[in-house]
């Protein structure tokens, strides 16, 4: 059964069957690596349509996610001449140029790894879903995150012979967390065991892929930039669940601090403020590592080939950027052109966005009356890749002396707090029925601090 399309795929005779062939080995993987309960039960999910507007791409549906097809679908390019880069003005290509070809094929196949890897790392969390909406939301972001690999598998097969083929089959055979024959990216061998981690790493990872995908959606290779197009209508969902999601955990949390006047909420059934921000240290190091080093030669040759660029850059200006460069045991910062700094760009323009989310987050709590405020750790802190890799820097970027490193792991969840954690995930489906962890899913800070401050003779 050909796939639901908008590209013409019932005219493309060998890429239908090549793309048929395929569909059978993802079942396969789905049934094997996907979700395991739930797939016959009825839901409310989006799905394409096949338009190609921010308006009607997709349309909500009841039914069970066992009946969701993956699709394949494109959004037209704004012009068909190349952006930036080496060859701008140019014809976009819709083949593959041969000097670009090996570029090409590694970016698409990282794109591709790191959307299945998403589901794998989080397919327990159907065990432990605190609500109904957010069963259907994880059940949302499976489907999504399986539609994004098939969105870079297509262009695998399409353009990249032998080697296409190859590279889709290898998507299909690594394995998060494996240590044989893990995923490319070491973020992505993490598994997400608890809702708290999921909502952190919707709310930072897949704003990492927010960025990654817009940086690929006016590529000089023109199916490229038409897929990360359509995938960019899909993508901010899954940051919303992250945001929204930690919102509810906070607000809960909020609530429970200010009745019982204490930190110490474990035993009142919420997660404490602490605890929270040390879940936050542990993810975001590993989510800075997904932009890569900070002077990469290999963006550099992206952003030349017309494929890859930051938000808001054109790369043509004398722009200088200071980026940290490995010296011995330390560091020193240098500056280089813009065009050699994509990926602290890209980081960087990254952390002023969440930060921009927990000042919102801290001024409700100090309207609220609860004196705690959480931080986002510096882009030096616990890094395993880049120049700083191994380095015992601290959450506020400074280096520690030698023989003081174990202090770094007061920064992150004891085996006692995690413990504690999962002990609270209990899974509650009850209709209108919400653990006790998390607040219902219409719950803001912001109501909270408006509902506070109103008189009762007004309420």
């Known amino acids: 059964m050909i796939l639901p399309n908008n590209i ?38 989006r799905t394409p349509t096949g338009a190609v507007s921010g308006v009607d791409w997709a349309e909500y549906k009841t039914m069970r996610p ?18 930036f880069g080496d060859h701008r003005g140019k014809k976009a290509w819709e083949e ?35 609500s109904n909406p957010d069963l259907e939301n994880v059940f949302q972001f499976f489907l999504e995150e399986g539609r994004h690999t098939w969105a870079m598998v297509h262009l695998l097969l399409a353009h990249f012979g032998e080697d296409g083929v190859v590279e889709a089959e290898a998507l ?32 930072l990872a897949d704003r990492v892929g927010k960025y990654q995908i817009h940086a690929v959606t006016e590529a000089s290779f023109a199916p490229l930039a038409r897929a990360a197009k359509f995938m960019m209508f899909e993508e901010p969902l899954h940051i919303a669940m992250g945001a929204v999601g930690l919102e509810r955990v906070l607000a809960r949390t909020a609530e429970v601090t200010l009745r019982e006047g204490t930190f110490d909420t474990f035993h009142a059934g919420a997660i404490p403020f602490p605890v929270v921000q040390k879940y936050l240290n542990y993810w975001a190091p590993k989510v800075y590592d997904l932009f890569g080093n900070d002077g990469s030669e290999r963006s550099n040759e992206l952003f030349r080939a017309g494929l890859r660029r930051p938000r808001n850059f054109v790369g ?58 959480l931080y986002l750790p510096h882009e030096r802190f616990s890094r395993t890749y880049g120049p700083c890799a191994g380095l015992p820097f601290d959450v506020d970027g400074k280096l520690l002396p030698r023989g003081t490193e174990a202090k770094l792991a007061e920064y992150f969840p004891t085996p006692r707090e995690l413990a504690n954690v999962r002990s609270l995930m209990q899974r509650e489906l009850a209709p209108g029925q919400y653990s006790s962890w998390i607040a219902p899913s219409a719950t803001r800070l912001s109501a909270l601090v408006q509902g506070r401050n109103t008189p009762k003779e007004h309420e």
Request: glycine share 4%.
């Open 172 to 203: 299909l055979e690594r394995l998060s967390g494996d240590p044989r024959n893990p995923r490319l990216l070491e973020a992505f061998n993490y598994p997400t065991e608890d809702w708290l981690s999921h909502f952190m790493w919707c709310l």
């Open 96 to 130: 593959v140029p041969s000097e670009y070809r090996t570029l090409l094929l590694q970016h698409i196949c990282v794109q591709a790894d790191v959307e299945n890897a998403a589901v794998e790392q989080s397919r327990l969390l159907t065990q432990m879903a605190p």
């Open 8 to 45: 013409g795929l019932d005219e493309r005779t060998q890429l239908a069957r090549q793309i048929s062939s395929y569909q059978k080995k993802f079942h396969v993987w789905w049934r094997e690596r996907g979700p395991t309960e739930f797939l016959d039960r009825q839901m409310r999910l």
């Open 66 to 83: 066992d009946e969701y097809r993956w699709g394949l679908f494109m959004v037209p390019m704004d012009q068909d001449e190349i952006a």
């Open 316 to 373: 043509s200006e004398s722009q200088i950027v200071r980026i940290d460069e490995r010296m011995g045991d330390g560091l020193t910062v240098v500056e280089v052109e813009g065009e050699w700094a994509i990926n602290a760009i890209m980081r960087r323009q990254f952390i002023a966005e969440v930060q921009t989310l927990i000042d919102r987050w801290n001024a409700s709590l100090r309207a609220l009356g609860v004196d705690f405020q």
